[in-house]
């Protein structure tokens, strides 16, 4: 197995300039770097990344924490961290927090003990303990899909990026209002998440933007998850008057409600338009087809890595905050027919 002293011999160099172009340490001419690249591709020659830590004080790992894995959305997320960090030349570790405050914080604490460079969350509800942790270390951060802005964080700059979460629901009440419906429901997320909040000020904006009165009783909480937007719909289709249309706000609510529909012999769109936040791979093969709020989950993928990859190499440069555009893909579970156009940018 070749090593770096066979490398430096082969191009007749030091073996501290082939440290050098291997860590990107010093600068090398040019014709030196490529007589040391040549080198490593004739001998086959692969670097020990222990060694390189040590040299480096990185490891060239990040720390991704990520609830509920196997949700299309995140996983979707997932594939963007990746393939921006393999392009980078970083490899991944993976933890799921389950979306539990508690152990969050645990699995934020294993992964920093594996010495990642910087770490890629998607908080929980309650992230003051991993906020805490993340300071007090020093750890460079970037949270992704949920932000955190009002939660205390004295001394900790990170980053953060993620889809517009407020004008596309507006949009598709305003939508749905214009299709005539009065009673618009929502199945929203789990209770202190930014996207919760967010998605139901857009609703609330929605309403008020097409002149419809704000009814309490017509938003009820999915918690995010598919049984629980199944509880919910079963109750908003028992109320006395129940709505006429319904917004779900994400995919896997989606699914729930979708549950409690066919149970109750409920027509889409027929007796109940539908329409819901996050497109997912299969929404196109539901009949009818679901008109659905597109994030553009890999973009938030990549753009967290370049984030998180900006802070390392820059780390007193300013917070920032990253928000991509969604798109509305408009299809017949709102009731529309299929002639209209399919998508359009929602910002």
């Given at each position: 197995?070749?090593?770096?002293?066979?490398?430096a011999r082969h191009a007749g160099v030091s073996v501290a300039t082939v440290s050098h172009v291997l860590n990107d340490t010093r600068p090398v001419l040019p014709h030196t770097r490529q007589a040391v690249l040549d080198?490593?591709?004739?001998?086959?020659?692969?670097?020990?990344?222990?060694?390189?830590?040590?040299?480096?004080?990185?490891?060239?790992?990040?720390?991704?924490?990520?609830?509920?894995?196997?949700?299309?959305?995140?996983?979707?997320?997932?594939?963007?961290?990746?393939?921006?960090?393999?392009?980078?030349?970083?490899?991944?570790?993976?933890?799921?927090?389950?979306?539990?405050?508690?152990?969050?914080?645990?699995?934020?604490?294993?992964?920093?003990?594996?010495?990642?460079?910087?770490?890629?969350?998607?908080?929980?509800?309650?992230?003051?303990?991993?906020?805490?942790?993340?300071?007090?270390?020093?750890?460079?951060?970037?949270?992704?899909?949920?932000?955190?802005?009002?939660?205390?964080?004295?001394?900790?700059?990170?980053?953060?990026?993620?889809?517009?979460?407020?004008?596309?629901?507006?949009?598709?009440?305003?939508?749905?209002?214009?299709?005539?419906?009065?009673?618009?429901?929502?199945?929203?997320?789990?209770?202190?998440?930014?996207?919760?909040?967010?998605?139901?000020?857009?609703?609330?904006?929605?309403?008020?933007?097409?002149?419809?009165?704000?009814?309490?009783?017509?938003?009820?909480?999915?918690?995010?998850?598919?049984?629980?937007?199944?509880?919910?719909?079963?109750?908003?289709?028992?109320?006395?008057a129940p709505p006429t249309a319904l917004i779900t706000a994400n995919n896997a609510m989606t699914i729930g409600a979708l549950r409690a529909v066919r149970a109750r012999g409920v027509s889409v769109p027929g007796d109940?338009?539908?329409?819901?936040?996050?497109?997912?791979?299969?929404?196109?093969?539901?009949?009818?087809?679901?008109?659905?709020?597109?994030?553009?989950?890999?973009?938030?993928?990549?753009?967290?890595?370049?984030?998180?990859?900006?802070?390392?190499d820059s780390p007193g440069r300013p917070t920032r905050t990253v928000r991509l555009p969604s798109a509305f893909v408009h299809r017949t579970s709102c009731g529309c027919p299929e002639s209209h156009p399919e998508k359009?940018?929602?910002?």
């Open positions: 197995m070749a090593t770096m002293a066979d490398v080198a490593i591709e004739t001998l086959g020659y692969t670097p020990n990344g222990l060694a390189r830590s040590l040299v480096t004080a990185r490891t060239r790992s990040i720390g991704l924490a990520v609830s509920a894995i196997s949700n299309p959305y995140f996983t979707e997320i997932l594939q963007g961290v990746e393939a921006s960090a393999l392009e980078h030349g970083y490899s991944l570790l993976i933890a799921d927090p389950h979306d539990d405050p508690v152990h969050e914080r645990k699995v934020v604490q294993l992964l920093h003990e594996r010495r990642v460079d910087g770490m890629i969350v998607a908080p929980s509800a309650d992230p003051r303990d991993l906020i805490g942790y993340l300071g007090r270390h020093g750890v460079p951060t970037v949270f992704l899909d949920r932000l955190v802005d009002d939660v205390p964080a004295p001394g900790f700059t990170f980053d953060q990026v993620s889809a517009e979460n407020t004008e596309p629901v507006t949009h598709l009440v305003t939508h749905l209002a214009e299709l005539g419906h009065r009673r618009i429901g929502l199945v929203a997320g789990l209770a202190g998440l930014s996207t919760t909040s967010e998605r139901i000020t857009g609703y609330r904006l929605g309403l008020a933007c097409a002149g419809l009165a704000y009814e309490e009783r017509l938003v009820i909480p999915g918690n995010s998850e598919a049984e629980g937007a199944e509880r919910a719909t079963e109750s908003l289709l028992s109320l006395p109940l338009a539908l329409c819901c936040f996050d497109d997912f791979s299969w929404a196109d093969l539901f009949s009818p087809r679901l008109t659905a709020i597109s994030q553009p989950s890999k973009e938030i993928g990549a753009q967290a890595v370049r984030l998180l990859l900006e802070r390392l359009g940018s929602v910002s």
